[in-house]
């Protein structure tokens, strides 16, 4: 057998058909090995010793449910693998939520953060608050609510506490 192919053998733990990389994981999800002073994917050394080079455009991804498994990878196109990520929540965490919102607000909202503010602490009614700032009851609503317009700084926000 390849000698490459023993070494990273050596580094993993057999589960089932699966390989587990116990050595060191860049962002706790992409096993790395060093060839000749140089960090290189654990899959894609591994897919390229068992099958030759990686078709131009493709990187190795897995195929398989565990994070550190080494043997089930496949090259796909980024976007495939993007696609495949997204469906586990990843590109989904209040941090990204709230750069996404506040970059669709600075470029289509009708009223400031500093209004939408005011709004939630203002005692008029929804029809007069729409009116004033121009924009739609349920938007006011909503607003009051914290669904839109939610401030991220604050860690209480949106926890659903009513008074």
């Known amino acids: 057998m390849n000698p490459l192919i023993d ?3 050596d580094r993993c733990v ?5 390989w587990l990389w116990r050595g060191y994981a860049l962002h ?3 096993p790395q090995i060093k060839i ?3 960090a290189q994917s654990v899959r894609r050394v591994l897919y390229e010793a068992m099958h030759g080079p990686v078709p131009e455009g493709k990187e190795v991804a897995r195929t398989c449910e565990h994070r550190n498994c080494v043997f089930h990878a496949e ?4 976007s495939k693998v993007g696609k495949r990520v997204a469906k586990t929540g990843v590109y989904a965490n209040p941090a990204r939520c709230a750069k996404i919102a506040a970059t669709k607000r600075r470029d289509e909202a009708r009223i400031t953060w ?6 939630r602490g203002c005692s008029e009614t929804l029809d007069e608050a729409a009116e004033r700032y ?5 938007t006011v609503a909503r607003i009051r609510r914290g669904q839109a317009w939610k401030d991220y700084s604050n860690p209480f926000s949106g926890l659903g506490a009513r008074a």
């Open 7 to 9: 070494r990273i053998k």
């Open 14 to 18: 057999m589960c089932g058909d699966c």
């Open 28 to 30: 706790g999800d992409q």
């Open 36 to 38: 000749d002073g140089k």
């Open 75 to 78: 090259p796909q196109s980024h």
């Open 114 to 119: 500093e209004q939408a503010q005011e709004m």
């Open 134 to 138: 121009g924009i739609s009851r349920t």
